[in-house]
């Protein structure tokens, strides 16, 4: 299999050497980043440590490397899931807009980075996010307080069971 290899799903094939593959086999709901898994389409929480509350990821399961190889069940499902997560963000940390950016360097899997601008905070304002993303990655600032993360996951997957 190549990098859009794998067989849907729930019968997808992981790539062994793919950061995001290794993050969803070892995802189980309930003490872990998982907020909703559905059809194609998976959203997490950045994992620890995280730049903000409500940093999500919304994931292809399949191993697949962007929009352009997207087959027609990802396709179709892409829009509506990234309309319930974006409002589901906005609603549950109380952000003004939401950021959408998938750059597929760190993994050639698709995961589209959704990020939470709330408007008196500067530091998320367009790439200056990039900035707090790679302050938090290097320690020389705080990640978000994984108390608050846990808060959040909880009120997320609630509001999920209903998708
Ligand atoms: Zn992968």
Redesign the pocket.
Known sequence: MGLSGGSGPDGAV??LG?????I?AALHTGDDPLIHRSGPWLLRHHPHPSPLVGWLLLDAR???PGPDAFDDAEAAGFGPMLRRSSALLKQLVGCERVYAIAFGEG???FHLHLIPRHGAASDTESWRVADLYRAVASGSRPPADPAAVASFLCRARACCASW
Request: proline share 7%.
């Open positions: 992981p790539d793919c950061a995001v593959c290794q969803q399949r191993h697949v993994a050639r899997h």
